[in-house]
């Protein structure tokens, strides 16, 4: 469709107090840890665990909220109702009623100053092999990965066809699924990666979980037998590296809104289903933060 101008501070985000909440966790030995500005750790004593500084659900910069932005595309598929804009900083995938910011690429900046950014440290702590993106988006985790790491072989899984052509189109994501010179490449996936297929029994040093769905976690991530199923795809030693945070969770539990005023946010993130879930998967492991 043909663009339009608005102001930028016409559109809605996610308040940063309903903040996503990403964990990291080991293959074998289990090890889940969590680098944020919060901490609560809940682990095997005799395996320390680095923290590190998270920003979480992304925010724009202020000078963004001043500016205007083009709408260049915006479509209904079977999955999500796909916006996508720009603005003179930095084009942006919306979803769904939520409108969240699914995607982001600033074009003075690799970087976001979100929870993309602790995605893109996940080589890093895993063996080296194949990393696998569940909810690939725009491919902002992509992005900064074969940037960083440009020999990673990466599998970005998307359900949402129409949305990967549209990646494809504003996002760049074509560039990503050619050979670099070091040999890393993305390889797209469509198709819902619950469903068994040929490449269930694929093995990953990685796998980055970002799942959601009209801004809510999908339900499938409440069930801790999902979370024993992404495991059992994990090479040795490899790690699994989730964001579990959704608007639901987030303002019913964190603001207060339920009535558990008196709980520290740390103790109500206790309360998120996936955190449940992952708990009850991988007992006395988990180790989280929020911001």
Request: charged share 20%; hydrophobic share 40%; proline share 5%.
């Amino acid at each position: 469709m043909r663009g339009c101008a608005l102001p930028l501070t016409q559109f809605t985000y996610l308040p940063s107090h309903l903040c996503n909440t990403i964990i990291k966790i080991n293959s074998f030995p289990f090890l889940h840890s969590f680098p944020s500005h919060h901490s609560l750790t809940i682990h095997n004593p005799t395996t320390p665990i680095p923290f590190t500084s998270l920003h979480a659900h992304h925010q724009p910069h202020d000078d963004d909220e001043q500016e205007n932005f083009h709408v260049l595309t915006a479509v209904k598929s079977d999955y999500n109702d796909i916006m996508i804009v720009d603005t003179p900083n930095s084009r942006m995938l919306l979803l769904d009623s939520s409108h969240n910011v699914h995607s982001i690429l600033y074009k003075d900046q690799k970087w976001t100053n979100s929870y993309w950014d602790e995605f893109a440290s996940l080589p890093a702590i895993v063996p080296k092999g194949p990393i696998a993106i569940l909810g690939l988006g725009g491919g902002t985790a992509a992005h900064l990965m074969l940037e960083l790491w440009p020999s990673l072989q990466l599998e970005g899984w998307e359900i949402d066809d129409i949305l990967i052509d549209k990646a494809r189109d504003y996002f760049g994501l074509s560039d990503l699924e050619k050979t670099t010179e070091d040999g890393g490449i993305l390889n797209i996936r469509i198709g819902d990666v619950f469903i068994p297929s040929e490449d269930s029994h694929r093995r990953y040093a990685g796998i980055v979980v970002d799942l959601f769905s009209d801004g809510k976690v999908l339900p499938q991530l409440e069930e801790v037998s999902t979370w024993l199923e992404l495991h059992d795809r994990l090479m040795a030693n490899g790690r699994l590296m989730v964001n579990c945070g959704g608007i639901d969770e987030g303002s019913s539990v964190v603001d207060g809104s339920t009535g558990l005023d008196n709980l520290s946010n740390d103790e109500a993130w206790l309360l998120n289903s996936a955190l449940k879930a992952l708990s009850k998967a991988f007992p006395g492991q988990v180790s989280f933060c929020c911001c």
